[in-house]
């Protein structure tokens, strides 16, 4: 399992989530960081999604 970690801001740059969760690969990460969003319901907001290595998994500006 590695660890991703899962950023949302506001436009104005306030930070609205920041939490870190485990995955067994990209893909996997990128489903539960798009289901945590939803959940939040922070699909709209500007987010990011990264990788143990710094791969950018999800973005949205």
Known sequence: ???????VFEKNGDL???ESFTAANDDEAKVIGAKRLEEEGLNDKTHR???PDAKLILFHR
């Open 16 to 18: 609205l989530l920041d």
């Open 49 to 51: 999604c990264v990788s």
């Open 1 to 7: 399992m590695q660890t991703y970690a899962l950023t």
